[in-house]
């Protein structure tokens, strides 16, 4: 049996995995089949339904958010021997650290400019993103509104959601792509600007326009998102509201501004809300486009540069970036939480 | 040593557009060498700007490690997993050296290569399940993640043996750490070398530049009929800025010799200190001025953008006459021939002044193991012999300082030079700075306040956030 605690081929852990799964299975099988016994106590059934969930939460959730959280307050220092040097493990060469106690990675995280860059254009993600998303679909959406093209028009502005974001951002990499003056053009972007007679502009090394440039692809992916679910919000809106409000004498702008948009009001939020979560964890586009280089680093990003590419070496401010992260979403998403509740109370 | 009359040495290995002629030149003078490498043998590493040939000399090609290694490991099975950042079809070449150690033992060999090496060793190590063995990019990589894990094997005194008979002592100190041996040298990258179309050239009428004031000189006679004489890339995605590491390399070797070299290397001269400053400044005055750069693509700006081996495209089609690559770019060339009457050849980034001698900036990487299996261990063993280096270097484009890899192994002409170079007791060989220092600083700050340096950064900002980011401990 060894070798299921230790599986060194692929071959055994399969094996392992399998086993584990079915033994998973057969576990939960027993206890749902054990509560459905009449005369258990009612505490038994609770625990034997959340147990499992919450023993799965606390490790697989828990455990390690509390464990980001201690190592972000930790640096690791390195022992000194009686010598004055450095303590070396000799049969493996390895130094010996010691962990200490310090705030030093969020002073960091906060006074480096480097980081205080990643912050502020974290910031720019987060306001622009969910912005302009919504309304960008919004308007959208009302415009083609009973329209005779509208699924067409729906559909064409829906497709990015079908693409990952890393194909988006390849797409939009060639679209920026840039040449110099005189050459020909093999970017979409840089080709227009040379029919309108301008220069061709460097669009992804350019600071600080760059960010918004990246901001783009992440609006482009998400307008369809924000349109969908806001079309599908103005559907419902009540007939008799709006005929009354016509009756009344709204029309246009005045009608859209003043009956659908309170009406809607709790999807607006949902998708604003939403699309912001979505964008604070955009990795995927700034890994792909730019590596986080030329100034435009956000802290997903800049999170696993730190714990992964600079490995143990920069853990702790690794750890501490992602509870910056974890900190700022907290309240995104309880107001998400708590306008989801009101849109189904409307409902 | 480094008063040495580095002129002729320079010829050589500037040699390619003359090939002929001066490698019977050298060969004439290759009695020096020899009488000097015991020399610097008697000196022993006491003096670190001698020579990579170190104490040894070359090596015959053959060391019967077949039987060495059955005689080691009478009955060997089972197979070795190889993690390395080259992926298809770079690795191809290496799946085909390994071959031999598989018919000599039995044992497979699994290839896996990942762009994302750098990220994922680690985390493979820290979840349990660490590749058999992994070539380093770096040996600042090497040395962290020892340090940090400590799951890396030490060499078996049976390899480290083999390694200290066909290695240069200064090779194996790059892959040593708090005194252990923990690295198989594996290719060598022979980095100060100048890419020029010898068709331009004939067009143009330019002249091979041997000496630094000859290559300043077409520089900017080049740069005054309005064309830009050098093209340069430093995007190669989150690595972006490396190329600039080695562009500054090689003018402190050049401008402040091999010794401050070292301190620098150890943090001892500072980035922001005036030596270092100073290289900075010379590589701003021709990467950031507008004359010099960049072309075929445009602007100083663009060198941020583009990709370092995309260079190969204006440098074959005449938009520029120049770019500094390493010898192992000759593998953007498929299919053209390279040589002094080629599509494209290679001469040497000439030294800047005599005192400092034939200085060459090159780099490479290593095998290290995570495990001790005596598969694992018999393959190490393969890997430091003649045997390896030579099937691997035909397979194709690579060249390594192992003493028993023979020229005539080697396929490109530039590389061939290239190796006769490394093994050249007159050579004084440095290996890449940022590659020795500390990850958070050779592959995180460097690049990045690079990059940003050359879109705009001024001097000082530039080296002293490098050096506020140097480890404290």
């Known amino acids: 049996m060894d070798f299921l605690l230790n599986p060194t081929s692929v071959g055994d852990k399969l094996i392992s995995m399998v086993l584990a799964v079915v033994i998973f299975g057969v576990i939960m099988a027993v206890l749902l089949f054990a509560i459905d016994r009449p005369k258990v106590p009612n505490w038994v059934i609770v625990a034997a339904f959340l147990g499992p969930v919450a023993i799965l939460l606390a490790v697989g959730l828990f455990y390690p958010a509390a464990g980001t959280v201690v190592r972000s307050f930790q640096v690791s220092v390195n022992a000194v021997g009686p010598d004055g040097g450095p303590v070396i493990n000799p049969n493996t060469g390895q130094r010996l650290t010691e962990l200490g106690f310090s705030f030093d990675n969020y002073t960091r995280v906060f006074t480096d400019p480097a980081f205080q860059k990643t912050l502020l254009n974290t910031v720019w993600w987060v306001v622009l993103v969910p912005v302009v998303s919504t309304l960008f679909g919004l308007i959208y959406a009302v415009l083609v509104d009973r329209t005779r093209f509208e699924k067409a028009a729906k559909a064409l502005v829906f497709l990015p959601m079908a693409i990952s974001m890393v194909g988006a951002s390849i797409i939009w990499k060639f679209v920026y792509e840039y040449r110099q003056g005189g050459s020909p053009q093999i970017g979409l972007a840089n080709q227009v600007l040379v029919w309108l007679g301008a220069d061709p502009y460097q669009f992804i090394i350019t600071q600080p326009w760059n960010t918004f440039f990246l901001i783009v692809v992440m609006i482009w992916i998400n307008a369809g998102f924000a349109m969908t679910i806001l079309s599908a919000a103005i559907k419902a809106v009540p007939d008799d509201i709006v005929e009354a409000a016509q009756i009344d004498g709204a029309t246009g702008f005045k009608l859209f501004r003043r009956v659908t948009v309170p009406t809607i009001r709790p999807a607006v939020v949902v998708v604003l809300t939403t699309i912001a979560m979505g964008s604070l964890k955009a990795f995927d586009v700034v890994r792909t486009m730019t590596g986080g280089n030329y100034g435009t680093s956000i802290v997903a990003n800049e999170f696993y540069t730190q714990s992964f590419r600079q490995g143990e070496g920069g853990k702790g401010i690794g750890a501490a970036l992602a509870v910056v992260l974890f900190v700022i979403i907290i309240p995104v998403i309880v107001y998400n939480v708590r306008q989801m509740r009101l849109a189904e109370e409307v409902r | 040593m480094n008063s040495r009359p580095a002129r002729k040495i320079t010829t050589a290995i500037v040699g390619v557009s003359a090939a002929a002629l001066l490698l019977s030149a050298c060969g004439g003078s290759t009695t020096t060498p020899t009488a000097s490498s015991a020399g610097s043998a008697a000196g022993g590493s006491s003096a670190p700007a001698s020579s990579v040939a170190g104490a040894t000399g070359p090596q015959p090609a053959e060391s019967g490690w077949c039987d060495a290694v059955k005689a080691q490991y009478p009955n060997l099975s089972g197979s070795v997993g190889v993690y390395s950042t080259i992926v298809s079809p770079e690795d191809t070449p290496y799946i085909e050296a390994y071959k031999d150690f598989t018919t000599c033992t039995g044992v497979t060999v699994n290839y896996e290569g990942s762009k994302e090496f750098e990220a994922q060793v680690g985390v493979r190590v820290a979840s349990g399940n660490p590749p058999d063995l992994g070539i380093f990019p770096q040996p600042g990589l090497l040395s962290q993640i020892v340090n940090n894990t400590g799951a890396v094997k030490p060499l078996p005194d049976f390899v480290k043996t083999n390694a200290q ?34 068709k ?43 190329q600039i590491t080695d562009w500054l390399e090689e003018y402190v070797l050049r401008y402040a010799g091999p010794e401050v070299y070292d301190q620098w290397v150890s943090h001892d001269v500072k980035f922001a200190d005036a030596p270092i400053a100073d290289a900075l400044a010379k590589v701003g005055a021709l990467l950031k001025d507008p004359k010099y750069v960049n072309g075929g693509f445009g602007d100083v700006a663009t060198i941020a953008s583009t990709q370092f081996n995309d260079v190969s495209t204006p440098l074959l089609n005449g938009q520029c006459t120049f770019a500094r690559e390493a010898a192992n770019f000759d593998s953007n060339f498929k299919g053209k021939t390279i040589g002094p009457d080629g599509d494209i050849n290679a001469f040497y980034f000439p030294p800047a002044n005599d005192q400092f001698g034939t200085t060459v900036l090159g780099g490479g990487t290593f095998y290290a193991a995570f495990a001790d299996r005596p598969e694992v261990q018999a393959f190490e063993y393969y890997l430091t012999t003649p045997e390896y280096a030579n099937a691997r270097a035909k397979a194709g484009s690579w060249i390594s300082s192992n003493l028993g890899l023979q020229a005539s192994s080697v396929e490109s002409a530039v590389q061939q030079e290239a190796l006769k170079t490394l093994q050249s007791t007159d050579t004084t060989f440095r290996f890449d700075a940022s590659d020795l220092m500390p ?9 990045k306040q690079f990059t940003a340096w050359i879109t705009g950064q001024d001097d000082a900002t530039t080296l002293a956030n490098i050096d506020a980011a140097w480890p404290t401990s």
Do not use: H, M, R
């Open chain 2, 165 to 198: 008979k066909y290695f240069p002592s200064d090779w194996l100190n790059y892959g040593t750490v708090n005194g252990i041996s923990f690295g198989i040298p594996n290719n060598a990258d022979f980095k100060s070398l100048v890419w020029y179309s010898p």
């Open chain 2, 200 to 242: 331009t050239f004939a067009d143009k009428g330019y002249t091979v530049p041997t000496t630094w004031d000859e290559l300043t000189a077409l520089t900017d006679q080049i740069a005054a009929t309005g064309e830009k004489p050098w093209c340069i890339g430093i995007a190669s995605g989150e690595a972006t800025g490396w």
């Open chain 2, 439 to 447: 990850a958070p600083v050779g592959s995180d700050a460097e690049w």
